[in-house]
């Protein structure tokens, strides 16, 4: 599935761009995310690569619960 959704967003490897970060969280959250969240999703997929932030988005506790 974390395959799928990094494919959904484009290019994979490990640049990064704002709207893909922004389109990853108004797919799983339908929400922008907050500053915090952009820069630690940014350096996440430098280090780790697009697939990896996704499989982290999809695993958070967000995208399982309702509040």
Do not use: K, W
């Not at 484009?10 to 389109?23: I, L, T």
């Not at 907050?34 to 350096?43: D, I, K, S, V, Y």
């Amino acid at each position: 599935m974390a395959q799928a959704l990094a494919g959904r967003l484009g290019s994979g490897g490990r640049s990064v761009s704002a709207q893909q970060v922004d389109e990853a969280y108004a797919i799983a959250f339908q929400r922008e995310p907050t500053t915090g969240e952009r820069a630690a999703a940014g350096r996440l997929i430098v280090t780790h690569g697009l697939a990896a932030f996704c499989r982290a988005l999809l695993n958070m506790n967000e995208l399982i619960y309702l509040d």
